[in-house]
């Protein structure tokens, strides 16, 4: 394994040198099935033998409470929404990446600090700016990129619920109806991963086709990454009824 | 987004105070603010740590003891940012002068005392708006300590920046962090132009320098506001 390195500035009083484990990030839009591939990764890899920590965007023991209230209430303007994420996202990554990370477990981060620069940037962020917000955050050892039109998404996201206030981008398209604003807001968030995938050296994986197609595909990525010797279980990708 | 650096054009003024705890920056900030209000000026006053937003958030985990110095790092941010927005920019956009106790440099000293890059926090504050006036109360560690204890019984346990591990003894902890959030001051002593105040000096002898600070700094905005002071003063004494 590489050296592992932060994206900026890094955090001075933390030494990296022990960090064994693996961390594999997931990105995708909303809706675009992320949930469902992760949860069959983590059955996948601890069939393996592997241990695996899941961690989720705005799920920090710290932070979470605090970001539904700000959801909830109407009072949070752009700025501070994006050092609430930050703040979520240094409380996961002191208090459950990297312990995880020293104890040789597989960090399957389900989106990571590549939302907050698409969603910050696309509410008018500096692009410079952000990324050094983000400067001590890790680089993870794999980016595995769920990408789908916007079209498909559309429909996707509508069969599964209705339109959500902040999906759909409402907070800052204003004047637009719900339908509008969401293809325009998760249009630009697509370009701007469409942006990043490039920039960040993603592997992206076509998320138009079915469950066991894209998770072939996920799998293949991973075990190349960590090097995962013999049985990958490719050809078995067994589905629970619930996630079809 | 470099605002830090850049004069704000907004209608109203910012005058700010930084020091270490017990270097009495509050009460010269109220005296001043009594002083400013006698004269006829609309101020408004905002503290440090105190939106509604992010206190609790901040104060349940300081009880838990989980905050690492990036998340206390990052959860003032987002505390400035949020009364940046609601309570700095609308009254200097209202022409008032808004007098902060603390300022984004409170947190460039503690937070890199504490152990983050001093590069990063930064450009973490960047959006802040560049005051026009900043003052910084230095005094001497033993002269705060002296201050802090003569009116409560005990140190608070991230003033005395307990949460770094350098000491288990509150006092000792205290000198060793406070003389590191001393030295980032002088640092940007210069780097921002502050105003440095002899901080041990009396009271009066302070706020009269304040005062004059203030005066000479906002002389053309202050104007119209003492010219009103003044024709009001003729007009009672001519009755």
Do not use: C
């Not at chain 1, 996202?89 to 104890?103: C, F, G, T």
């Not at chain 2, 409170?106 to 983050?116: E, H, L, N, P, S």
């Not at chain 2, 009396?202 to 600070?213: E, F, G």
Request: net charge negative; charged share 25%; proline share 4%.
């Amino acid at each position: 394994m590489a050296t592992r390195q932060y994206m900026g500035n890094g955090l001075p009083y933390i030494d990296l040198s022990e960090t064994t484990g693996h961390l594999i990030v997931v990105e995708g839009s909303d809706g675009v099935g992320r949930t469902t591939q992760l949860t069959l990764l983590r059955s996948w890899l601890e069939v393996q033998g592997y241990g695996v920590i899941e961690t989720g965007w705005t799920r920090s023991q710290l932070m979470s409470k605090t970001i539904d209230l700000a959801k909830a209430g109407n009072t949070v303007n752009a700025l501070t929404f994006n050092l609430l994420y930050a703040t979520d996202y240094a409380d996961r990554l002191e208090n459950e990446i990297i312990p995880a990370l020293r104890s040789g477990f597989i960090v399957l981060a389900d989106r990571y600090v590549y939302t907050a620069f698409a969603r910050a940037i696309v509410r008018g962020a500096d692009p410079e700016w952000i990324r050094q917000l983000y400067g001590f955050a890790l680089n993870p050892d794999l980016v595995l990129y769920l990408h789908v039109d916007v079209n498909t998404l559309i429909r996707r996201v509508l069969l599964a619920d209705s339109l959500d206030h902040w999906e759909a981008g409402m907070d800052h398209n204003t004047g637009l109806d719900p339908y509008d604003s969401f293809m325009k807001y998760q249009g630009r968030v697509i370009r701007e991963y469409d942006r990043m995938a490039e920039e960040y050296n993603f592997v992206t994986i076509d998320a138009t086709r079915t469950v066991e197609e894209i998770q072939v595909d996920l799998r293949e990525a991973i075990a190349k990454e960590i090097d995962i010797p013999h049985d990958l279980g490719l050809d078995r990708v067994e589905i629970a009824p619930h996630m079809v | 987004m470099a605002e830090l650096d850049v004069k704000h054009n907004l209608p109203g003024r910012l005058i700010i105070v930084e020091g270490i705890d017990g270097s009495g920056k509050t009460t010269q900030a109220s005296l001043l603010r009594n002083w400013l209000s006698a004269q006829g000026v609309p101020v408004f006053w905002t503290e440090w740590n105190s939106s509604i937003l992010v206190k609790s958030t901040t104060k349940k985990a300081k009880k838990r003891d989980s905050l690492t110095p990036t998340t206390f790092s990052l959860l003032h941010a987002t505390d400035f940012a949020d009364r940046l927005s609601f309570k700095i920019i609308p009254p200097l956009k209202a022409g008032m002068v808004v007098i902060a106790d603390r300022y984004s440099f409170t947190a460039f000293a503690r937070d890199v005392a504490r152990g983050v890059d001093r590069e990063w926090v930064r450009s973490l504050y960047s959006f802040a708006l560049k005051p026009d006036i900043a003052f910084y109360f230095k005094v001497p560690i033993k002269v705060s300590l002296k201050r802090l204890l003569s009116v409560r019984q005990k140190l608070k346990f991230y003033e005395a920046g307990m949460d770094t591990g350098m000491s288990n003894d509150p006092v000792e902890s205290f000198e060793l962090f406070q003389s590191r959030v001393l030295d980032e001051y002088d640092r940007m002593a210069e780097e921002y132009g502050f105003h440095v105040m002899d901080a041990v000096a009396p009271i009066q002898v302070q706020q009269k320098q304040v005062r004059a600070v203030v005066e000479r700094e906002l002389h053309d905005y202050l104007a119209p506001y003492i010219a009103k002071k003044n024709a009001a003063a003729v007009t009672a004494n001519a009755r």
